[in-house]
C-alpha cells in the first residue's frame, strides 16, 4: 500500500467564528475540504473517519491568525487550487492561509509546537506590573483542575512580556507541562478575576514548531 501524503495547514480563527467549539471548527474544515474536491485518506474499522487532525483546542472566544490542522490525503494535492477552492465554502473568519507538505513520521502539532505567541488586549497601564514580572526571581500560580491543585511558576511558561505599539501585550509562551491555558497565564500575571478576564480580547498570532517548519504566524512586535 502506498504512503498516504500528509499535509499542514494553517487557517485563520477570527471574529465570531471564534465562538465555535474544535469539533463544530474541524467539522467546517472537513466540510469545506469535501466541497473542494480534496480526497482525503479515511480510518480503517467499522466506522472510518477521514484524517484530519488538531492541535490544543482553541479556547473558545480567543481569536487566531495561525491555527492548524493535519490531514493525510491519498494523492498530492495543489496547494493553491485547494487554498482557493475551500474559501467559499468556510464561515466567515475561517481562512486558509498556507499548506505545507510533511514527512509521514512527522510529529503531531501538539507535540511540534516550541512557541505560541499572543497579543492580549488589557486597558489597564500594566507596564509596572510587567517590570514586576521581569525582576522576579519566581511567580508562582495556582493550577486547578476539578479538585486538584498545582503550584506552577510562570516564569518557566513565559519567555517574552512586553507592551506593544499599538497599546497591547505582546506575550510569548513555552509549550510545557502541565498545561496552562492562556487565559489562566494573563490572569496569573496581572492579577486579573475570571469576571475580568471575558473582557480581555487575547489573539494568537504565531506559532513556532520545533523543527522551524513550517513556523508561521508573524511575531509580536516588542518594545
Given at each position: 500500500m502506498l504512503s498516504p501524503f500528509k499535509y499542514r495547514v494553517r487557517y485563520t480563527k477570527l471574529g465570531g467564528v471564534a465562538f465555535l467549539g474544535s469539533i463544530e471548527t474541524l467539522d467546517a474544515m472537513r466540510r469545506a475540504f469535501r466541497a473542494a474536491g480534496l480526497k482525503l485518506k479515511y480510518s480503517q474499522g467499522y466506522?472510518?473517519?477521514?484524517?484530519?487532525?488538531?492541535?490544543?483546542?482553541?479556547p473558545v472566544g480567543i481569536e487566531s491568525e495561525c491555527e492548524f490542522v493535519d490531514i493525510e490525503t491519498v494523492e498530492a494535492i495543489e496547494k493553491e487550487?485547494?487554498?482557493?477552492?475551500?474559501?467559499g465554502h468556510l464561515p466567515f473568519g475561517m481562512k486558509?492561509?498556507?499548506i505545507e507538505e510533511l514527512l509521514p513520521a512527522a510529529k503531531s502539532i501538539e507535540d511540534s509546537i516550541v512557541l505560541t505567541k499572543y497579543e492580549v488586549g488589557i486597558k489597564d497601564d500594566v507596564g509596572a506590573m510587567i517590570d514586576c514580572f521581569k525582576c522576579a526571581g519566581k511567580w508562582p500560580f495556582t493550577r486547578r483542575r476539578k479538585?486538584?491543585?498545582?503550584?506552577?511558576?510562570l516564569k518557566d511558561y513565559v519567555s517574552h512580556l512586553a507592551v506593544l505599539n499599538h497599546g497591547v501585550v505582546g506575550i510569548s509562551v513555552q509549550n510545557k507541562k502541565p498545561i496552562l491555558r492562556i487565559v489562566e497565564i494573563v490572569g496569573g500575571i496581572f492579577n486579573l478575576s475570571e469576571e475580568i478576564l471575558k473582557c480581555v480580547s487575547i489573539r494568537k498570532v504565531g506559532i513556532d514548531f520545533?523543527?522551524?517548519h513550517p513556523c508561521e504566524g508573524r511575531d509580536p512586535v516588542f518594545i
Amino acid at each position: 500500500m502506498l504512503s498516504p501524503f500528509k499535509y499542514r495547514v494553517r487557517y485563520t480563527k477570527l471574529g465570531g467564528v471564534a465562538f465555535l467549539g474544535s469539533i463544530e471548527t474541524l467539522d467546517a474544515m472537513r466540510r469545506a475540504f469535501r466541497a473542494a474536491g480534496l480526497k482525503l485518506k479515511y480510518s480503517q474499522g467499522y466506522h472510518p473517519r477521514p484524517k484530519i487532525s488538531g492541535g490544543a483546542a482553541l479556547p473558545v472566544g480567543i481569536e487566531s491568525e495561525c491555527e492548524f490542522v493535519d490531514i493525510e490525503t491519498v494523492e498530492a494535492i495543489e496547494k493553491e487550487k485547494l487554498i482557493n477552492d475551500s474559501q467559499g465554502h468556510l464561515p466567515f473568519g475561517m481562512k486558509v492561509v498556507s499548506i505545507e507538505e510533511l514527512l509521514p513520521a512527522a510529529k503531531s502539532i501538539e507535540d511540534s509546537i516550541v512557541l505560541t505567541k499572543y497579543e492580549v488586549g488589557i486597558k489597564d497601564d500594566v507596564g509596572a506590573m510587567i517590570d514586576c514580572f521581569k525582576c522576579a526571581g519566581k511567580w508562582p500560580f495556582t493550577r486547578r483542575r476539578k479538585d486538584k491543585e498545582e503550584i506552577v511558576d510562570l516564569k518557566d511558561y513565559v519567555s517574552h512580556l512586553a507592551v506593544l505599539n499599538h497599546g497591547v501585550v505582546g506575550i510569548s509562551v513555552q509549550n510545557k507541562k502541565p498545561i496552562l491555558r492562556i487565559v489562566e497565564i494573563v490572569g496569573g500575571i496581572f492579577n486579573l478575576s475570571e469576571e475580568i478576564l471575558k473582557c480581555v480580547s487575547i489573539r494568537k498570532v504565531g506559532i513556532d514548531f520545533i523543527d522551524c517548519h513550517p513556523c508561521e504566524g508573524r511575531d509580536p512586535v516588542f518594545i
